[in-house]
Each structure stands twice: as structure tokens, then as C-alpha cells.
């Protein structure tokens, strides 16, 4: 059998029936059906908690439904039916589990028991939380300073456990957290510091909806956080442009069906959730992102030139920026061969690119 007909080729848009599908069968397939139903409704909802799968728990959505495909195998697989017991451990040594597949561990279901580690017969025994406490404590007390502990938590803990968990290590004397979010932001959190002066992002919901330009860069929202397709479709449904620029061409950046509308469930329809779709080559967007800027100094001069209105928010630039001068001199140097010939992207697609950021006056990138 070919590679290609492994593949079984998807033509719908995204969510829609597809997702439903999809939960459906991670929602019975968790053998805890009922109470998962129950879950699942008190996901990203007042007195229930927030949604495990992604950040987009707190946006000001009303109803039933605050989650997506993600978030609902997300919650089913948190309480599946499915455990395992200390049995379980006396069958698989350590060294045979770590030669398991992440797909075959995680179906197996969930600890019954707190376990700690036997080198010597290379096994997780049983044991009890005082003696799993009291082991901790003997480690932590051992230290010459608390800061010579690391305090790790996993992104599949809730924003609820790990909220108490770090209380606890502040009071034991340290703030070393290194935790699912500063593996995944610590270098871009340094480096956005470094060229935009703020560390995280700066924008909120309600500016999805002011926006008239949003550029979703490198960005997969169809696979990591489903539910920022529907303020795209909206932003292209009143007139934004919203430009994708991403070598992937992922269908949650093409169309979106929204399960929540009978009527375009029942019609099979679905709306777009572009306007504008670019494909750098790998590594290419940091050149297209050069192409951009030369065509908008070019532009900002031939204003000058005619005595036409700035293409540069010169207020601004003074105000919130500093080596601008050294970045333009280097967008002079660079030739749009070498721009063109690194982004991937023809002369004629940056220009647009450049054309749709020039004429948006509220943009988000």
C-alpha cells in the first residue's frame, strides 16, 4: 500500500460535522460518557473551570457551549474511564513504558494511586500520599536554599491546581517555576521584550473586533485553538482583511463551519476565514516581512516627494521606537532579488501584502 493511500483526503471545511464527529467518538470512547457530558457543559463557564486545551478560555462568548474540538477531547481524556492501577506497574518496568508511544500511554487512562519510583527493581511501587508528602519534604528540607529547587508543572495541569501549587512554592521561599508556559515563551517572551519593549502580547478580544487588518503569521488555529476561527470569519464577514501567511495550508484558515448555526450545519455550509493567503517558503517570512517595509519606505518617500500625506506614523516612530534608522538602512541594502529569492513569495504578493498593511488603520498581528 502507497504512503498516499494511507491518507484519507478531507474536503469539508473545518469543525463543523467533521468535529462533531470527532468529539463524539472521544466522548464515548472515554467510557465515562455521562459525567464527561457533564464536564464538558462546565467548561470555560461561570462556576466551572477553565478549558485545559488552550488560552481562549476567557472570552466574553455566551451559551451552552464555551469549547471546541480540542477542548472537548481535552476534557474527555482528563476523566476517561479508563485507569491505571498498581497492577499495571508490577506488569511494565519504567525502561519497558518508556519504549511506548505518547498514543499508547495516554490511552491506557489514569493513576488510581500515587506511585514513587524503585531503582533497584526499575518499577513504580505503591505508596501513600503521607509517605509521598514526607519523601518531598525530606528532599526540600535537605536544601541550603529553596531557590536550589525547580517546581515543575505540566500544561495539562488546570489553571486551578497549578494557581494553588504555586502558592505553596512561593511560601517554601522561591518563584522557580519553570512550567509548561516558560518552556514555550521564555525565549519568545525575551525576544519580544528586546524588539517590541513588552514580553506578551498586547492585543484582547475586543480588538478582534475593531480590527480592519489581522495577520495570523505562522499561526494553525484550526489545529491548536479552534475557537479563533469564528472571530476571523467575522472579521472577514464585516469587511476586514485578514491575512494568513503561513508555508502550511491548514483548512481553518480556508473555511469554517460553525457547529452552534442550524442552519448552516443543516445546509452544509461555511464560511471563509481569509482574505489573503500567503506561502513563504520555510523560513521565508522574516524576508517578506523586509519585502513589506521596502515597499512601504518606498512609498513613505514618493509621499514626501509630492507633498502627499505620510506613509509613516512619525509620531509614533519618535515616541515608542529607537534604531529605526539602522533597520531602514538595512531594508535599503537588502535587493528584492535577495528578498524575493528568500521569502519564496513573487514581488507582486509582498506588494499586496505591503498594500493591505498601508491601508489598515487598526491592525493586529
Not at 476586514?240 to 484558515?253: D, F, H, S, T, Y
Not at 521569502?343 to 487598526?362: F, N, Q, T
Request: some cysteine; aromatic content about 10%; charged content about 20%.
Amino acid at each position: 500500500m502507497s504512503q498516499d493511500e494511507h491518507i484519507r483526503r478531507y474536503t469539508g471545511p473545518a469543525a463543523g460535522w467533521g468535529a462533531l464527529k470527532s468529539v463524539t467518538k472521544s466522548w464515548l470512547g472515554s467510557e465515562n460518557a455521562v459525567k464527561n457530558l457533564r464536564a464538558m457543559l462546565k467548561t470555560n463557564q461561570n462556576s466551572g473551570f477553565d478549558c485545559p486545551g488552550c488560552a481562549w478560555g476567557e472570552s466574553p462568548e455566551n451559551g451552552l457551549v464555551k469549547f471546541c474540538e480540542n477542548g472537548a477531547k481535552a476534557v474527555n481524556w482528563e476523566s476517561t474511564g479508563r485507569s491505571v492501577d498498581p497492577d499495571f506497574f508490577a506488569k511494565y518496568s519504567v525502561s519497558a513504558l518508556a519504549g511506548q508511544s505518547d498514543y499508547w500511554l495516554e490511552y491506557q487512562g489514569r493513576l488510581t494511586h500515587p506511585m514513587r519510583y524503585d531503582a533497584a527493581t526499575d518499577h513504580y511501587v505503591e505508596t501513600t500520599w503521607d509517605e509521598a508528602f514526607a519523601l518531598i519534604a525530606r528532599h526540600l528540607k535537605a536544601l541550603k536554599s529553596p531557590d536550589e529547587a525547580e517546581f515543575y508543572t505540566s500544561g495539562r495541569a488546570s489553571n486551578e491546581a497549578a494557581f494553588l501549587y504555586q502558592l505553596f512554592v512561593r511560601a517554601f521561599g522561591t518563584n522557580n517555576f519553570p512550567d509548561c508556559s516558560n518552556m514555550c515563551h521564555e525565549a519568545s517572551g525575551l525576544g519580544m521584550a528586546e524588539t517590541l519593549g513588552v514580553g506578551k502580547g498586547t492585543v484582547v478580544f475586543d480588538d478582534l473586533e475593531k480590527a480592519d487588518a489581522i495577520f495570523v503569521i505562522g499561526q494553525n488555529p484550526g489545529t491548536n485553538h479552534p475557537r479563533m476561527l469564528e472571530p476571523l470569519r467575522e472579521a472577514v464577514h464585516r469587511g476586514a482583511q485578514v491575512i494568513c501567511i503561513n508555508p502550511l495550508k491548514e483548512r481553518g484558515l480556508e473555511r469554517f463551519q460553525h457547529p452552534q448555526h442550524p442552519f448552516e450545519m443543516l445546509s452544509n455550509g461555511s464560511e471563509p476565514t481569509n482574505t489573503a493567503y500567503f506561502r513563504p517558503a520555510l523560513g521565508g517570512d522574516m524576508a517578506m516581512f523586509r519585502g513589506m517595509a521596502k515597499f512601504l519606505l518606498q512609498w513613505e518617500r514618493e509621499a514626501q516627494a509630492n507633498g502627499e500625506p505620510p506613509v509613516f506614523d512619525h509620531a509614533f516612530i519618535r515616541e515608542h521606537t529607537s534604531g529605526l534608522d539602522d533597520y531602514l538602512a538595512a531594508v535599503d541594502a537588502t535587493s528584492w532579488a535577495h528578498i524575493v529569492g528568500q521569502s519564496g513569495l513573487s514581488l507582486a504578493e509582498i506588494e499586496l501584502a505591503a498594500r493591505m498593511y498601508r491601508r489598515a488603520e487598526r491592525v493586529i498581528m
